[in-house]
């Protein structure tokens, strides 16, 4: 975002994306724009996504875990997984947190 008065970036988000157009990184400055090397570059979140592979082709796409900067953690989706025959139905059923 951009101060209108003074044409200056006051905080910024960039992105990252993978081979899917999924954000795979994201950094954030909250003051000023992103630094994204050197010896201060802003934080670092990635995302870690499950393509579902069969037979070596990705079936689907989804967020399976988010890694935060400074420290490691890491939140972890489970899913859970139900077919009727027919159809499969996946849904976030717990979140779990690593560190």
């Not at 970036?9 to 000023?32: L, P, T």
């Not at 489970?78 to 499969?88: A, H, L």
């Amino acid at each position: 975002m951009a101060d209108p008065n003074a044409d200056v970036a006051v905080n910024e988000v960039a992105f990252e994306f993978d081979g899917w157009g999924n954000v795979s990184a994201s950094r954030q400055a909250h003051a000023g724009t992103v630094v994204t090397d050197g010896q201060n570059p802003s934080p670092r979140v990635q995302y870690g996504y499950a393509d579902g592979a069969s037979g070596g082709a990705g079936r689907f796409v989804r967020l399976d875990s988010v890694i935060f900067p400074g420290g490691g953690r890491t939140i972890r989706y489970i899913v859970f997984r139900k077919s009727n025959g027919r159809t499969i139905t996946r849904m976030v059923m717990a979140v779990s947190r690593h560190e």
